[in-house]
């Protein structure tokens, strides 16, 4: 937990957040409910005091068959009176929908009344982005806008962390899409993907306005995963092979070495790794010039800057670690200044997605999103 003299545990921390919200006038139901799914989340599965007052929901695993007939999906079932209708969809992690934080995540939302479904993302186990996967998250808010009451009058939340913010974004995009969405939460969500390769790669990123580089070291698997994104678009098997293998060994190690595999790649594979090995802000547009047109296009298709979202006015939430080293905090600040009555919460220490790092003004600042994302609950319980 937090050292502050002495060891917090999350009942202290619940007292200090309400004592703070006693002196700012905001004490309010929301704000104990708030307070409750933090520390519930934090907590995992372990007990805590949400676990003591509510249902235990149930974990309905592989229990839906996304449209494509390819893709599944689990559903957590509150077993108490449904808010609200949400789609979570995982960042990059091996365990896809099983991993363990996402399960802990998705039953925290069950518990605050959403009914969950957590779509298995084939990118995400892969640790690549996939652009089919956008079409596996439209399957998924188009299961339960179908099926589920509350999502039929107010629509479909979608929460969405890290890389698959874009996607999830695409998928809004597609036709019929916009009705069934109600609103969108990115937790270390990206807008300009040119921008996001710049920090992968060389760890410089600017604020809005500002021409002056600014400087965070990212996490050194970042550039490895971005790098297993595209290694599927190169012509040569040779150059698929050995980047491959690059991955692996950079992955398990960001120090080994890789100069035996690179010495034989061919001009595509010698032109991706360039970019990836670049340490320059001002030689990635030149860079990028270099590698294959396959593979900007596909940084085209995901740098949400190019798109109308205006679909998104009023209904996107968005939340970002102010030290996150894998995506700066910038790229939410951008995604906020584009569209409209959208809310942004950028969170004291907080680095990715973990809130355990995070101080008391951080937890302060996550109860204020948390009460956001629970405002979007029908106030109207529905019981299934």
Known sequence: MIAVGVVLTSQKIAVILLVAGVLLGC???????????????????????????????????????????????????????????????PGFTPDGKDDVHIVNLAYSLARAR?????PDLSGARGLRVRLEDADTIANAVTYLAQTDPVAQQQGVV???????????????????????????????????AKAMVTFTTTGRFREPGLAEW????????????????????LDDPRDRA???????????????????????LGPEGKSLLDLMTNANPERVTSLLALVPDKIRDRIETLSLQNYDLSHLAGRLILIHGRKDNMIPYTESL?????IPDSELFIIDGFTHVDPATIGITGRLQLVDALMAVLKRRKQEMVTR
């Open 27 to 89: 004490v309010s139901a929301e704000s104990w409910e708030a307070v409750h799914i933090l520390n519930d989340i934090e907590a995992g599965s372990r007990p805590s005091k949400l676990k003591s007052i509510t249902p235990s929901p149930a974990r309905k695993r592989n229990a839906v068959y996304l449209p494509d007939g390819l893709s599944l999906a689990d559903l957590y079932e509150p077993n108490q009176p449904v808010g609200g209708a949400l789609v979570l969809v």
């Open 114 to 118: 959403f009914r969950v479904l957590v």
């Open 158 to 192: 979608v929460i969405a962390i890290s890389y698959a913010v874009g996607l999830a974004v695409l998928a809004s995009l597609q036709e019929g899409m916009q009705e069934r969405f109600g609103v969108l939460v990115s937790i270390g969500g990206y807008y300009d």
């Open 214 to 233: 600014r400087f965070v070291r990212p996490h050194p698997a970042v550039k490895w995963m971005f790098l297993a994104s595209n290694i599927d678009l």
């Open 242 to 264: 050995a980047l491959t293998a690059i991955v692996e060994r950079r992955l398990l190690d960001p120090k080994a070495p890789i100069d035996d595999l690179a010495e034989g």
């Open 334 to 338: 951008r995604l906020n200044s584009t």
